[in-house]
């Protein structure tokens, strides 16, 4: 699957064949990645796929997941030099976006320091990047929530618009579903995250609901249903997310780890060329 979408993230900015290598004299060639940043590291398999589909070698002096400083050599490539010169955007690009958003989800973990329980990321990805957005989410240390539809029976606000009876909806289900398969219910009020679990919810959404609000969910879980994972989401930034971690919940989630994150920034730079 990485091979499959570096392949197409190449042939998006080569297009019809790249112009330079019509003109441009080829010879050997080594570059230097060099990150123009403080954050952390992520893209590492998906540019060691594209170089290598590309028959360059690549050199890492740093994994997934570890700190840059600014003025950090990342990598070290070496190969034809209209190779290089090829993959450079595609090479940036990888590690731009997947960097970025490992490094803001670091800031979050950060403030959730001390704190037992999962930051997780949603379904608001860009188009065709779900599965690379959502690895940069675990280098960052982060946890993935569904991947998918496929994954999770979730029942969020506008699937309960659809639904005459909770309960009987939810006994069908598991006739249904597979057998290791979570049923996660999205409540928007304490009345209603009480009623989930009676309805048999494996996980329980408390979404946009205030700190006390889910305070008072947290503790009728622990009291009738501890075997439940609750789950705190809606509007929860690296400036809030402390009081949320504060109530008791099993996970926090936020769409912003991905939509909010800023690329970190990275150069190439060639550093030495010998004629073929």
């Given at each position: 699957m990485i091979k499959k979408f570096v392949k197409k993230a190449l042939e998006e900015d080569v297009g019809r064949g790249d112009l330079f290598s019509l003109v441009g004299k080829d010879s050997f060639a080594s570059a230097n990645i060099i990150c123009k940043d403080t954050g952390v590291f992520a893209g590492r398999p998906y540019v060691k796929a594209l170089c290598k589909m590309n028959k360059l070698d690549v050199k890492f002096y740093f994994d997934d997941g570890d700190a840059l400083q600014k003025g950090d050599i990342v990598a070290l490539i070496e190969g034809k030099s209209k190779n290089i010169l090829r993959c450079e955007r595609t090479i940036l690009n990888l590690m731009q976006h997947a960097s970025g958003i490992a490094t803001?989800?670091?800031?979050?973990?950060?403030?959730?320091?001390g704190y037992a329980l999962k930051l997780l990321d949603t379904r608001k990805t860009r188009p065709h990047l779900r599965i690379f957005e959502k690895y940069a989410i675990r280098c960052g240390g982060g946890s993935n929530h569904r991947m998918g539809l496929d994954d999770c029976l979730m029942i969020k606000d506008t699937h309960l618009k659809t639904i005459d009876d909770l309960k009987?909806?939810?006994?069908?289900?598991?006739?249904?579903?597979?057998?290791?398969?979570?049923?996660?219910?999205?409540?928007?009020?304490?009345?209603?995250?009480?009623?989930?679990?009676?309805?048999?919810?494996?996980?329980?959404?408390?979404?946009?609901?205030?700190?006390?609000?889910?305070?008072?969910?947290?503790?009728?879980?622990?009291?009738?249903?501890?075997?439940?994972?609750?789950?705190?989401?809606?509007?929860?930034?690296?400036?809030?997310?402390?009081?949320?971690?504060?109530?008791?919940?099993?996970?926090?989630?936020?769409?912003?780890?991905?939509?909010?994150?800023?690329?970190?920034?990275?150069?190439m730079k060639i550093t030495h060329k010998t004629v073929i």
């Open positions: 803001n989800v670091a800031r979050y973990k950060k403030a959730l320091e009987v909806f939810i006994v069908e289900a598991r006739e249904k579903l597979p057998f290791t398969c979570k049923i996660e219910i999205e409540s928007e009020d304490v009345e209603f995250a009480k009623f989930a679990m009676q309805c048999g919810a494996d996980i329980v959404m408390c979404d946009n609901m205030s700190h006390a609000d889910i305070q008072a969910v947290v503790a009728y879980k622990n009291s009738h249903f501890p075997h439940v994972l609750l789950e705190a989401s809606g509007n929860i930034t690296k400036e809030n997310i402390v009081e949320y971690a504060k109530t008791g919940v099993d996970a926090i989630s936020s769409g912003s780890l991905i939509h909010q994150a800023v690329w970190l920034d990275f150069s």
